[in-house]
């Protein structure tokens, strides 16, 4: 355990450090590789922030739809291998309320600006 800053507080100083001071004066095609990287530390940053509550209300979704326990992997499994069976499908309760869910916590993770995204907040 450490102190202050926080992982956290580190990814993200270094991300303004980068798009505050060095961006301006990179050119070209250097960069677009460092918004790549500059871009790849925010995703970093928004999936410490959120991961954790998101993987834990999956998880628990999970377990109400597939009726087992395990890894959020393992759940995940479980309830592609019951859709494939035919055993759930979009009538079964809950499950598009899940599907929807968990594709609302991905993007905010990976894409909150989508307009799709924000539009659907919206609606919230």
């Known amino acids: 355990m450490q102190d202050e800053p926080t992982p956290t507080e580190l990814i993200k100083a270094v991300a303004d ?19 790549v990287g500059i871009n790849a530390l925010d995703l970093v940053t928004r999936q410490l922030a959120l991961e954790q509550g998101g993987d834990a209300a999956e998880s628990e979704r999970l377990k109400q ?7 959020l992997i ?5 309830l592609s291998d019951k859709i494939a069976k035919g055993e759930v499908d979009l009538q079964t309760p809950g499950l598009a309320e899940h599907l929807w869910q968990t594709t609302m916590d991905k ?3 990976d894409q909150p600006n989508y307009a799709s995204y924000k539009r659907e907040l919206g609606k919230s």
Do not use: S
């Not at 739809?65 to 890894?71: K, N, P, R």
């Open 107 to 109: 993007l905010a993770v």
């Open 65 to 71: 739809l597939t009726g087992a326990d395990g890894t």
């Open 17 to 35: 450090f980068l798009r505050n001071e060095i961006t301006p004066v990179i050119k070209g095609h250097d960069a677009f590789k460092l918004r």
């Open 74 to 78: 393992e759940l995940n499994r479980a």
